[in-house]
């Protein structure tokens, strides 16, 4: 519990976690021009990122607490927790992404704004059911990865998903935007 | 087997619906201002990591508070001189890390021939006040959840990062049009 060891450890983490945030920020503004043409586009970034994290750093942890009970380990990776812990995941981040759309559209009311609904939902969906998947097999391949040189995954699995997340995030919100902005 | 996936998802969904619809009233704020952000992308770039930052520091501060709650070396008062020095040395690597990654922005939006229309000074006090202003507030949130999830008999490992990475989102977009206001540009 001393302050100079959490500067030590920390701040070099933080730093290149805020590098890997600028990669994420340089996606966003390379969006510039499909914001403007996808009206309320920009509302449900927040949200999609937010949701991302929030899903996979809890499906990290929770691995992480079934490697210290002994549940799962390198050698007894696929085994029926594991599967439920996936399954859990991805139910979670189509509901999820349904309901940000859902929730943009509704709340515009209140800002007198509207956005097209069926766009946005299909944007969220598809941005945030790629991205799932994707971080998803991401978090099981590190938490292998982990197990099998014998780390704490609980040090590791956070920040790492964080700084993937928000990239891989922001770059299915980019592509799926591209694709369905293709259509309208 | 101990975990089934429809415990999970009920588990997860009620605090990600509450944090989604916060996170929501973020995007409009977004949108309300889009015009100025496109007009300055660079702030574009900043936004994640302004958020990041914040949460970052805000889940780091949470996550030792628990365990320093649970092993019993942090007590339950504001008084504490382990959270205090704990609350500092927050604060203190929000300046540090604040400072270096707008720089670094600036200067990367630059070579990547992004539109800038503001000047180097302008945009690190802008990116500077924000972080301070919101790292001040993570770290008391932080604090204050931690103490009171721990006092309610909750595990403040569950609940003081998606608090915290929440609020920051938030009001880091708050507090960066705010700034954007006070520097005048």
Sequence with gaps: ?184 | MIYSWKKIVRHGLPLLTLCILIEIFAGQILWSNQQKLMLFPIFLISIPVINGVAGNIGSILGARLASGLHVGTIELTIKDKNMQKNLATSLFMGLITYSTLAILIYYIADVGSIEMNIGLIEFVSIVLGTGVLLILIISFVSVFTAFLSFKKGLDPDDVVAPVVTTVGDTLGIVFLFLLIGVVGI
């Design chain 1, 1 to 184: 519990m001393y302050a100079k060891e959490m500067l030590k450890q920390s701040l070099p983490l933080l730093i290149v976690c805020g590098l890997g945030a600028i990669i994420a920020g340089n996606t966003l503004s390379a969006m510039a021009n499909i914001l403007q043409k996808i009206p309320g586009l920009i509302i449900i970034i927040p949200a999609v990122i937010a949701l991302r994290g929030n899903i996979n750093t809890t499906l990290g942890s929770r691995l992480g607490s079934a490697y210290h009970l002994g549940i799962i380990d390198a050698e007894n990776m696929w085994n029926d927790d594991l599967k439920q812990n996936i399954i859990g995941s991805l139910v979670l981040s189509f509901l999820m992404s349904f309901i940000i759309g859902v929730l943009a559209y509704v709340t515009s009311f209140l800002f007198h704004v509207q956005p097209d609904p069926f766009i946005l939902i299909i944007i969220v969906i598809i941005a945030g059911g790629i991205s799932g998947l994707i971080l998803t097999f991401l978090t099981i391949i590190i938490i292998y990865l982990v197990f099998r040189r014998g780390y704490d995954p609980d040090n590791i699995t956070g920040p790492a998903l964080a700084t993937f997340g928000d990239i891989i995030t922001m770059l299915c919100i980019f592509g799926s935007a591209v694709f369905v902005g293709g259509f309208v």
